[in-house]
């Protein structure tokens, strides 16, 4: 399964990741029910960026994750929990009011959805912490120092125009120091429009090594091709090979710093029952991956283990086809655990999974 893999040139043993955003504590009706109807919470706690961080923790990659939480028991609570995962959470910043003024932990509630009925998620992480701090004297150069991966998403520059300009700043900073980077655009339309989100994205693709979610509603940018018709806005949620194999193709063109460009499909048969597939292009070739069908526990996450799984095969040298199974089979399980991110601790395991025929024409 070893192969070389041009992108990595340090030993594969040595690499230090380090990812930076904001984690939320996760309000969860439980036995799926409503909102409305709850007269109980389970309480837990995640985040893109956090969920990627502790998954690879938990498979034994060197993962550091970087946010500002007030300093109280709940921003405590949050870092203890990633701590307990082997998280390396020591650049952490805890706020104090004067800080920070809202002094909060954003929190979203999460509705779990069974069978016809889908999930439904309210956000509640407007003046959170992260989205008040001042990182204008804030030193990256410092704290990317020593790592050789670091991953961002589009998530985080959503919250805010500070927000924005640490992840430029993050960005550049790696650029120089020659860290892999890979970003994940995860538009969210309760956060900024479109229009917003393919504004900042695109500023971002020169920096980025590593690509995933590329939806061109929000990552591409060049109204001369819209005027041709040579690119349309609203890019199939489900493109066959060839399909894919031209927009990668055009992403490559257009941003040659790009190795590797990945992004996942799903497949809703109902809120209980998904299927998964995913593409990579790398080295000029596009690779498609088994399909996976499975029933859900707890959707949330979906993507933040399909984009660990791949960082770690990518990390371990895998092969093109192998890289994109296991990421899959990462997705695909994390769907079974609760919780926003893929605790799994045996590579092995998603392994077996990949290695296992989940192929099922719908």
């Not at 003024?101 to 959805?113: A, D, F, I, K, V």
């Not at 001369?224 to 066959?240: F, V």
């Not at 029933?295 to 979906?302: A, F, S, T």
Request: hydrophobic share 35%; with cysteine.
């Amino acid at each position: 399964m070893e192969h070389a893999n041009p992108l990595l040139k340090e030993n594969q043993n040595s690499h230090k990741f380090i990812t930076i955003g904001e984690i939320m504590l996760r309000l969860t009706p439980p036995n799926y029910e409503k909102i409305r109807m709850a007269s109980s919470f389970e309480a837990s706690y995640g985040g893109s960026e956090a969920n990627i961080a502790l998954a690879l923790a938990n498979l034994g990659i060197d993962s550091t994750f970087f946010t500002v939480v007030p300093n109280n028991s709940l921003g405590k609570s949050a870092v203890r929990m990633l701590r307990s995962n082997d998280v390396h959470c020591t650049p952490v910043i805890l706020t104090t009011p004067e800080e920070t003024p809202s002094h909060r932990l954003g929190t979203y509630y999460l509705e779990t959805g069974y069978g016809i009925r889908a999930s439904k998620v309210i956000y509640d992480r407007k003046h959170s912490a992260i989205t008040e701090y001042d990182f204008s004297g804030y030193d990256f150069d410092s704290l990317l120092e020593g790592f050789t991966w670091l991953h961002l998403s589009g998530i985080t520059p959503a919250l805010g125009e500070n927000c924005r300009e640490m992840i430029l700043k993050c960005l550049k900073a790696a650029k120089e120091k020659g860290i892999t980077i890979s970003f994940d655009g995860n538009f969210r339309s309760t956060l900024w429009t479109w229009e917003e989100a393919r504004e900042f994205c695109t500023q971002c693709l020169p920096y980025v090594d590593v690509l995933f979610g590329i939806e061109p509603y929000h990552l591409w940018k060049d109204e001369a091709d819209h005027s041709k018709g040579d690119w349309k806005d609203g890019l199939s949620l489900q493109p066959d090979v060839m399909q894919q194999d031209e927009v990668f193709q055009k992403f490559a063109e257009r941003y040659p710093n790009l190795k590797c460009i990945a992004r996942h499909v799903r497949y809703a048969h109902s809120g209980s029952e998904n299927s998964l597939k995913a593409y990579l292009w790398q080295e000029g070739h596009t690779f498609e991956s088994k399909l996976f069908t499975f029933n859900i526990l707890d959707r949330v996450g979906g993507g933040d283990a399909f984009a660990s799984g791949f960082i770690y095969a990518m990390m371990k040298q895998f092969k093109p086809m192998d890289t994109v199974n296991f990421a899959v089979a990462s997705s695909a399980l994390k769907h079974t655990i609760r919780g926003d991110a893929n605790i799994t601790d045996d590579a092995a395991a998603i392994r077996n999974l990949m290695n296992m025929n989940y192929d099922i024409k719908r």
